[in-house]
């Protein structure tokens, strides 16, 4: 933050005119009652020989020293002198509160209202980047501005670009030129802004419920703030002071550095005011009520002793008229309002904010606080339901057990009837987040991308609130993502529904049916242990390891179909690839291919820059090097092992709770309806698809195979036939083992090649794509024909791969075949081979 002087400005130099009267102009929006430092700015006589002289150099000044000049007497003052609407604009609250009221005061200009929101959204996202470190993830920033606000036909358009500079940005985010496309999106966030200026002064002019005074000024935490700390350094401490855990990390602070009257002021100002506001709104009895006055004045007596009257050890510096000022109030009104210290807070906000706010972000005493678990008394084992109509007396859960709960749906309603339903599913998101296994880098990068979009990006569908300082951590951590990257926000959500809407919640007919639903399901556990383990749905039962690993073996399956669906989804389909290609790996013999194929594997998987990157512990990774220099079939057993464990205690729960494991389902209902409505012709259209084999069709399986022997359905006859060369083709292509079969398809043509010439160029190509140990579709081939390839490779002839044809096709005879036999393709391929021998 800026500092304070920098806002003075210096008289300036009148010219020497004789008996002219100059007058200051007016700077501020409302005219600052009271005494003030830019008296002298007023009106005032110039003669020929008077002349202002500048202001001197600015020395080193303490917050406290500053006060005395800057602080106005008033706290009605909406705005200070010099102030901007980027100052005011960097606050969240402040942009949340102007976008509301464009929503709500201009819905009759609808056209005009949205291209004003557009624009300050675009603002205040490109505002963004200044906290988020270079990298991947601020080039999907800058790309995410681009696509929504800059390029033609955008979603939410900004008007005020330039076919120039389009063409600009969109070079500079095709070339990923991140330092030119940043400067060029503040150049254009400049111009946007230009287009809230005038809506924004109606904004803060507006006394109505959705203007500046009603939303920020009686509503903030904190009376009104001098100068810079209008925007966003005010609500950064408005939000530290609700928030308990922040509160006691600022006092561990203050201990350690030696204390902070200002603070403790702050803090037990802001106690007094809740004993004041619940002594204007709470209904008690006489005696109640008097007693509760007495205590409310006590309160106040010790504040003023503490840290207003002369000679206390906390004793705050503030201005002596402002001091006689309190004391007169405090001693004129029997029970003082609650605005009675307000301008006092001012002084001992602005000296926190100066000297303290930003190192204490930095701080340790901060940085513990974040992960800390603050459980409000509410939630305690003493708070009960209330007993009525009959339903029996039940403690309320905490909030984390409501909402994770099965009693959620409840909570759920009243959050979507008050609009912020959002905060519920974000909460859930990051609970789920913090149980995945942080290891896997790339899968952690994903979700909390995904969670960044949805949440937490500007002008998101589904956009939480975050104050400024969790938002600008989560930005600097988002690239890299730790389990603990979300927790404050987790924090500020649980904060929000205890402070806002829980006591609301209590008061509503829906925790009264959250009541009797427990009572309910307390009355089902308590009936037998039996029932206790009816209670959860089937579809939550977890599958064990071993019957995972038979699930992942049924590759054609309908269930392993969704389950790929769902990983495409989550960007995680390389997992179950690797853990396919392994299997695959460990049958193949201990051979110079082995070699070959292991590093095809690392390559494609493990490489760090693979496309179909997999994830694995530092340690597996070592292990592997020490195999390479000696591979075998088993030295992806702890890679593999792994990977297992990822897919089948983290992939495979959230897939049974998505909507690909509810698809499953649906699927299996129509196949019974079809087998029921058309029979066996149904019945054998639904194996088809399902590629699966039940006992009441194994005749039909029969008769297809008594067509041929099964010495008569080879590899080489399904090879010789245009049609079931195609099916095998589709089949490989399905289970993933497409290149050896590309190989032999290639070759095949590589035969017929007419002219001479052209064979080494194409021999060349063909090697390079297959044999090489970079190859992209490497084949598995013996050493010995290898060397002979590549002896030949210089003047080759039609016959140089016939012995690699040989060996791919008995390798495919005895790998691939069997697979394919158990195919849904087998059964018209033995019918094809039938008719062609007929």
Same mark, same amino acid.
């Given at each position: ?259 902070? &009257? ?368 000696? &591979? ?195 059964? &018209? ?10």
């Amino acid at each position: 933050m800026g500092s304070v002087l920098g806002k003075l400005r210096r008289p300036r130099r009148l010219q020497s005119v004789p008996h002219t009267r100059v007058e200051a102009a007016t700077v501020t929006p409302v005219s600052i009652l009271g005494p003030s430092s830019h008296e002298h700015e007023g009106s005032m006589m110039a003669t020929g020989v008077d002349v202002v002289k500048p202001l001197p150099p600015r020395q080193a000044k303490t917050a406290k020293q500053i006060l005395k000049s800057v602080i106005s007497a008033s706290t009605q003052n909406l705005l200070a002198d010099g102030t901007t609407a980027e100052d005011l604009l960097t606050g969240n609250k402040t942009s949340q509160a102007f976008l509301n009221y464009i929503r709500h005061t201009e819905g009759g200009m609808s056209r005009q209202s949205s291209v004003i929101e557009n624009a300050l959204v675009f603002w205040m996202t490109v505002r963004d980047l200044d906290f988020v470190p270079d990298g991947m993830f601020r080039s999907f920033v800058i790309a995410g501005a681009y696509e929504s606000y800059i390029q033609p036909h955008a979603k939410r358009e900004v008007p005020v670009v330039s076919n120039v500079e389009r063409a600009q940005l969109k070079l500079y985010v095709d070339e990923v030129e991140m330092d030119e496309a940043t400067a060029l999106l503040q150049q254009i966030s400049l111009d946007a802004l230009e287009l809230v200026r005038e809506s924004f002064a109606a904004f803060l002019k507006d006394r109505g419920p959705y203007g500046f005074r009603e939303t920020r000024l009686n509503k903030g935490t904190l009376p009104n703030f001098p100068y810079e700390t209008q925007g966003e350094q005010r609500e950064i401490l408005e939000d530290l002071l609700e928030h308990p855990s922040s509160c006691r990390a600022f006092r561990e602070y203050f201990q350690r550095i030696g204390g902070c &009257p200002e603070y403790m002021f702050l803090v037990d100002v802001l106690d007094y005011k809740d004993t004041v506001q619940a002594l204007h709104h709470e209904t008690m009895t006489a005696e109640k009520h008097q007693l509760h006055v007495g205590y409310t004045m006590r309160k106040l007596r010790k504040i003023y002793n503490k840290y207003l009257k002369h000679g206390s050890k906390a004793m705050i510096h503030i201005q002596e008229r402002l001091r006689e000022s309190i004391l007169l109030d405090i001693a004129k009104n029997p029970i003082p309002s609650v605005e009675v210290f307000d301008i006092a807070m001012n002084s001992c906000s602005y000296v926190v904010i100066l000297d303290h706010l930003n190192l204490f972000l930095q701080s340790p005493e901060y940085e513990a606080s974040k992960s800390r678990r603050v459980e409000p008394e509410i939630h305690g084992e003493k708070d009960y339901f209330v007993p009525t109509n009959g339903l029996p007396t039940l403690p309320v859960p905490s909030l984390p057990v409501m909402v994770a709960g099965s009693g959620s749906k409840y909570f759920r309603s009243y959050l979507r009837d008050q609009g912020v339903e959002s905060t519920m599913d974000f909460y859930l998101e990051i609970e789920q987040f913090k149980l995945l296994p942080h290891n896997k880098k790339g899968y952690i990068a994903a979700i909390a991308g995904k969670i960044f979009k949805k949440y937490i990006c500007r002008g998101a569908k589904l956009e939480v609130y975050l104050p400024s300082h969790i938002r600008r951590n989560i930005l600097q951590d988002i690239a890299d993502p730790q389990d603990s990257t979300f927790n404050e926000a987790c924090e500020y959500v649980l904060g929000l529904w205890e402070r806002k809407y829980l006591k609301q919640f209590r008061a509503t007919p829906w925790f009264n049916d959250m009541h009797l639903h427990f009572s309910r399901e307390q009355k089902s556990l308590d009936g037998s242990e039996r029932q206790r383990a009816l209670l959860p749905l089937e579809r939550d039962e977890p599958i064990s390891q071993n019957a995972f690993r038979d699930l992942l073996a049924h590759e054609n399956s309908v269930q392993m179909t969704q389950f790929h669906k769902f990983l495409v989804k989550e960007s995680c389909a390389s997992y179950l690839l690797f853990y396919s290609e392994i299997e695959e790996f460990k049958r193949l013999p201990k051979s110079d291919y082995l070699t070959r194929q292991a590093k095809k594997i690392f390559y494609r998987f493990l490489h760090a820059s693979a496309k179909e990157s997999v994830c694995l512990s530092t340690a597996t990774i070592t292990e592997f090097n020490v195999h390479m220099e000696n &591979p075998s079939p088993a030295m992806f057993r702890t890679a593999q092992e792994e990977v297992l464990q990822f897919l089948w205690k983290v992939l495979y729960p959230k897939f049974m709770k998505s909507p690909f494991f509810c698809d499953l389902a649906t699927i299996k209902e129509i196949d019974k309806a079809s087998i029921k409505a058309d029979g066996r012709a149904s019945k054998g259209a639904s194996m088809l698809r399902k590629g699966t084999v039940v006992p009441s069709m194994m005749s039909k399986r029969g008769s297809a195979e008594n067509l041929l022997a099964p010495q008569e359905v080879t590899i080489t006859a399904i090879l010789a036939n245009q049609d079931t060369r195609a099916m095998l083709l589709a089949f490989c292509e399905e289970i993933y083992c497409a290149e050896s079969l590309y190989f032999w398809l290639e070759c095949n043509e590589y035969k017929s090649i007419p002219h001479v010439d052209y064979l080494r160029v194409r021999a060349q190509k063909i090697y390079r794509k297959y044999i090489t140990d970079s190859a992209k579709l490497q084949v598995n081939l013996v050493h010995a024909i290898v060397r002979d390839i590549e002896k030949s490779l210089a003047a080759p002839s039609r016959t140089l791969f016939i012995k690699a044809q040989e060996a791919i096709v008995f390798m495919m005879g005895k790998d691939t075949l069997p697979k394919f036999k158990a195919s849904k393709f087998y059964d &018209p391929c033995v019918r094809i081979l039938a008719d062609a021998v007929k």
